[in-house]
């Protein structure tokens, strides 16, 4: 099973950038649809977005279409998540996932989950 590891949140003021980064280990990366869930205090854990292993994608979110971008690097096992023009709605903690297409993703039928990076905007 893959193990992944997320990086790169923190405290950034609205209008601000992070890109986001999620390594996976211990399993053929490549073959799965890596995707983003974010969950807020009190509120469902959403997924973002999702990456294809070829690198089409999916959005989760209206909201954040035009100011997140997904993207991968098979080479490295890598996925990211650039994230511009923040606002704090986005704050939350941000997870990585695979499965094993964007269904399974929507669907929620997640092989692998991530321990989060906490995002937080500051208005």
């Known amino acids: 099973q893959v193990q992944l590891a997320e990086s790169g949140g923190g405290l950034v003021q609205a209008g601000g950038s992070l890109r986001l980064s999620c390594v996976a280990s211990?399993?053929?990366?490549?073959?799965?649809?890596a995707g983003w869930f974010r969950q807020a205090p009190g509120k469902e854990r959403e997924l973002v977005g999702g990456?294809?292993?070829?690198?089409?994608?999916?959005y989760g979110v209206e909201s954040v279409k035009g100011r997140f971008t997904l993207a991968r690097d098979n080479a490295k096992d890598t996925v990211y998540l650039q994230m511009t023009s923040l606002k704090p709605e986005d704050t939350a903690v941000y997870y990585c996932?695979?499965?094993?297409?964007?269904?399974?993703?929507?669907?929620?039928?997640?092989?692998?989950w991530g321990r989060g990076t906490q995002v937080t905007v500051s208005s």
């Open positions: 996932a695979t499965s094993r297409n964007f269904g399974g993703l929507e669907a929620r039928r997640i092989d692998s």
């Open positions: 211990g399993g053929t990366f490549s073959s799965y649809a």
């Open positions: 990456i294809s292993w070829s690198g089409g994608i999916l």
